[in-house]
T-cell receptor
Framework: AQSVTQLGSHVSVSEGALVLLRCNYS??????LFWYVQYPNQGLQLLLK??????LVKGINGFEAEFKKSETSFHLTKPSAHMSDAAEYFC??????????????FGRGTQLTVWP | NAGVMQNPRHLVRRRGQEARLRCSPM?????VYWYRQLPEEGLKFMVY????????ESGMPKERFSAEFPKEGPSILRIQQVVRGDSAAYFC?????????????FGPGTRLTVT
């Protein structure tokens, strides 16, 4: 079975500061991992994905995430926050084989606030 | 290339009525997924469909909920005899055939309010 834990339901940073959103996963098979962003009253937009290639994954809008198998983590970072980054961020895990193939398991989300 | 389309964007139903939510996947995508987002929670998987087939419906409530993805036309999520607890945002996602990509692309969602 797969599951995701996002530590911290709310994160606040100043504009220009480092953004760090934490995600730990549990998976009985090698996982695929994703970060999505959701702006108010909109759908989810894919930021980046890990599918067993490079462990450091670069995404859109300057975000990146590193897959650490030993820590079962996939934390999202951005060196310098921008006001437009304020949104809710979801980490998700999927199995690439087995009975749950195709299903995404989401964390509860982290609301990012960026202060001017 | 149009993204995943969902309609209506907002739907208000009285208790006991039926709700029909539609989803048109991206062009070339043959897999459709439905998720439900309750307030203060992440998205929960409901059902995974391919054309004319339900692949995995283990996340669907046992009663009142059904989904289909016909050969022609959009995927439909149907909720019969809605109750207040069905109020949520329902998101549809689509993906290409497995093996080409594992990304799911999400629609804007349908926000269902049951009064």
């Amino acid at each position: 079975a797969q599951s995701v834990t996002q530590l911290g339901s709310h994160v606040s940073v100043s504009e220009g500061a480092l953004v760090l959103l934490r995600c730990n996963y549990s998976s009985s098979v090698p996982p695929y991992l994703f970060w999505y962003v959701q702006y108010p009253n909109q759908g989810l937009q894919l930021l980046l994905k890990y599918t067993s290639a490079a462990t450091l994954v670069k995404g859109i809008n300057g975000f990146e995430a590193e897959f650490k198998k030993s820590e079962t983590s996939f934390h999202l970072t951005k060196p310098s926050a921008h006001m437009s980054d304020a949104a809710e961020y979801f980490c998700a895990v999927s199995a690439f084989r087995g009975s749950t193939l195709g299903r995404l398991y989401f964390g509860r989300g982290t609301q990012l606030t960026v202060w001017p | 290339n149009a993204g995943v389309m969902q309609n209506p964007r907002h739907l208000v139903r009285r208790r006991g009525q039926e709700a029909r939510l539609r989803c048109s996947p991206m062009k070339g995508h043959s897999h459709v997924y439905w998720y439900r987002q309750l307030p203060e929670e992440g998205l929960k998987f409901m059902v995974y469909l391919q054309k004319e087939n339900i692949i995995d419906e283990s996340g669907m409530p046992k009663e009142r909920f059904s989904a289909e993805f016909p050969k022609e036309g959009p995927s439909i999520l149907r909720i019969q005899q809605v109750v207040r607890g069905d109020s949520a945002a329902y998101f549809c996602a689509s993906s290409p055939p497995q093996g080409e990509s594992y990304e799911q692309y999400f629609g804007p969602g349908t926000r269902l309010t049951v009064t």
